[in-house]
């Protein structure tokens, strides 16, 4: 089977680019109210696409905002189903003086296609829907059930995907999620994103007197709500860079040594980082390597304080109220409402006699985690190292994407994020672009993926 | 010799009355440039008035600013010699319809002047230059050496008395400074200032890395500024209350049981202190009372902080800058820059490897205390107790009165601080007034006072 497909994929290369073209072509810039026309001929293209490919019940399927673009093929009985995401909106191509070619007017130079777009995520998208074509053309059939959802919202932080999945959620019901919309580690090697780290943001307000007093006439005789907060900010992390809200670290999955091992062969050198932060040295969770404690360790920062009087010179006050804002980054089996729970405890009991402190919960994300050794996992990671004959190096990210959350959430499945971007594809800024290599691999990897998935 | 003073002056009050009213009349506002010239027509007022008093070698000083009013008499040789501050600027009389009466246009009700400057500081320097008639009218002589100046820029923070003193110091040298303005304890209790707080200020700014950076990508592996500032401001107190900084009070003068019990006579119910200031709870160093440590005890204050985004919502990163103020009130013999360098030791100290922190040295002042026991001040206290037939309270002021360490650090003499005015005059307010009962005890006062210090 895999021989007719490469075959097919070969065979039928140079189509599959023009029309990616055609895709590329479509200025479906969604953060611009003057493109929101492009945006829906963009999915009435897609839909048509689909089609042509073989995809079944096709519709455009409108949102409070811009449209999601549906398909399926559901012809495998006993089979998996997987959901495949992508979108198909984009960012605006300012600064336009900077590229070398138009951004709506895709070109091929050294095996790259060049436009807005190309990599984040029309491309990416772009190979799920060929590999579809392919196994329907030439083999006539797939080897399990699949399901295509293309959101035109993604650049503006997809508002109306939550409400949509969660109508649909029966119609969208499978046993895996596979978004292509992240990078691999580098060229040639092919890698799998299985954990993102949650949030949980709040704001901190510590009070002490009705009004700030003159430091004169009261200065160290009343609490002094700076100095309070401080306390409590300090009394957050122990000597060993560990949280010291107690419980914070109760549900987090230990990492295991072959994850240690994984996490350490991607990482990145720490003479290199300190270099290019101008740090003399790092800093955090004793025990743990910096990719460690950036990706699998939680963490609590706090992003921005401010109390008393910050102007130029000094008014000398003992300032009445001060506040904090906190983000904590989550991983799994964190939960954010536990996480609130937490720090509102640690807060009252670390407040002074005399003052008050206030919480207010204002962000919120769940930790996205798949297990490496998830069957779903392990095909996908096979059949990326079949495609590129290089090991599939599994990673982790230390910030949100809240679609993932979103998927998880709603879905109850596990996301897979194989992403066929390159780091450097100047996703977002001038002369963006996606590596054709990457097309071709990408295309062989995805079908070989789906016959995996099919064996298990 | 006392009866022939008071005769003097008891028969000769309406005119010295009428005289203050001239001097109130002058709108010698310094701090609008308007009235620039009424401010340089009051010191010429003024100088008559010496001259008329009998005072010698009076004299216009010409300072940066406004004029210096000058005027002495040195007949006593042998005597002690000593040096009257006033000042005969005002403040502006805004709002003028709150006003029952017109601003400059001074009327006596119930026993009371209204005028803008009656209580600041034109009845209490007047209070002196007439005390001086007295003597020098009725007896011949006065029983000791005097030498008046009277500034014109005490509303605008007396930008040239320091270089004037400093220039004139040998003209100006005497055994004590005597200063009538500020206020008696309450009405029929006379008081004298005995000690004031003095002042470091300084900025502390911490840095981290080159730039914010992303808290999800970044979040748990490098150091954070907000974090290192909290901990290095937490470390500025210990669990008592105390400043924790090394050497803080190695030059710290002890209150003796003298003055505790003084202070404890003067002081304020902390219950009402609390309900004034919506506390629960007063805060500060374990041991002392409230007046005790807003007075008598140095303290450091974090007067405003900020790093980080403190705008709406939350930004998700982490801060590479953060820094504080802290305003120390400082007592007898705390120096400033002394406590600079402990504060600079302390920072380094305290600030964790991997950031950098640094200390700007940006206000200071010196505290000033004259010793209860001096005997300027037995002799000061003894006469006022004389005057009002009540015992003389002695307080202490937890703020700083710039002049007081002008005088101090540069003429090297005690201060006397016999105030005659009264708490509730409404000094810098409408209805601006002074209580003449004061006017009349102050000039007694004042005369006994220099008898004694002739006697001692």
């Keep these: 089977m895999k021989a ?19 895709l590329l072509r479509i200025p479906s810039i969604s953060t611009l109210s003057e493109h929101k026309k492009d945006v829906h001929r963009c999915a009435e293209w897609l839909s048509g696409a689909l089609t042509h490919a073989g995809l079944e019940n096709v519709e455009i399927m409108p949102t409070a905002g811009l449209p999601i673009v549906y398909g399926d093929w559901l012809h495998a009985p006993g089979k998996p189903t997987i959901l ?17 070619s138009e951004p709506f007017e895709p070109v091929i130079r050294d095996g790259k296609i060049y436009a807005r777009g190309a990599t984040d995520d029309k491309a990416q998208l772009w190979i799920h829907v060929k590999a579809a074509e392919t196994f329907l053309k030439a083999v006539g059939s797939l080897p399990l059930n699949i399901k295509f959802i293309l959101e ?64 004169g006439l009261y200065g160290g005789g009343v609490p002094n709500a700076v100095h ?7 009394s957050f992390h122990d000597e060993d860079g560990r949280v010291a809200v107690e419980g914070f670290y109760d549900r987090v999955i230990q990492l295991t040594e072959q994850e240690r091992g994984e996490l350490a062969r991607v990482s990145q050198d720490e003479g290199k980082i300190r270099e290019d932060l101008g740090l003399s040295e790092l800093f955090g969770e004793k025990g743990y390597t910096f990719t460690e404690r950036t990706t699998a360790r939680p963490t609590l920062e706090v992003t921005g304080i401010s109390g008393g009087f910050a102007g130029e010179g000094i008014k000398p ?56 050794d998830h069957p779903v996992m392990v095909a996908a990671a096979a059949a990326l190292e079949e495609a590129y004959g290089e090991k599939t190096a599994l990673t982790r990210g230390g910030g949100s994407i ?16 194989m992403g066929f971007g390159l780091p450097d594809e100047n996703l977002h800024a001038p002369n963006e672009h996606f590596d054709l290599d990457n097309f071709d691999k990408g295309l062989q990897a995805v079908c070989v993926f789906w016959e995996k998935l099919d064996n298990q």
Excluded at 161 to 184: C, G, Q, R, Y
Excluded at 198 to 211: C, D, K, S, Y
Excluded at 329 to 351: C, G, N
Excluded at 404 to 411: A, G, M, S
Aim: net charge negative.
């Design 4 to 22: 007719k497909t490469e075959s097919y994929a070969s065979q039928h290369r140079e189509r599959h680019l023009e029309e990616l073209k055609e």
């Design 402 to 417: 809240p679609i993932v959350d979103v998927f998880e959430r709603l879905l109850q499945a596990p996301v897979v994020m």
């Design 317 to 372: 006050i003992v300032p009445a109220r001060a506040s904090a804002k906190i983000a904590c980054r989550l991983v799994a089996d964190q939960r954010p409402e536990e996480i609130f729970e937490l720090i509102e405890r640690h807060v009252a009991v670390h407040t002074p006699s005399g003052l008050k402190a206030s919480v207010k919960r204002v962000l919120q994300g769940n930790p996205f985690l798949t297990p490496a």
């Design 84 to 100: 495949v995401y992508g979108h198909y909106d984009v960012q605006p191509a300012d600064p336009l003086d900077e590229w070398h």
């Design 228 to 234: 309070a907060l401080a306390g409590l900010l300090d």
């Design 152 to 215: 035109g919202e993604e650049e503006i932080t997809s508002p109306s995907l939550a409400p949509f999945v969660e109508k649909h959620a029966e119609k969208l019901k499978a046993d895996a999620i596979v978004i292509s919309d992240s990078p691999m580690l580098e060229r040639g090697k092919p890698a799998l994103l299985y954990g993102l780290r949650g949030v949980a943001g709040v704001e901190i307000e510590m009070l002490a007197a009705r009004n700030d007093l003159h430091s």
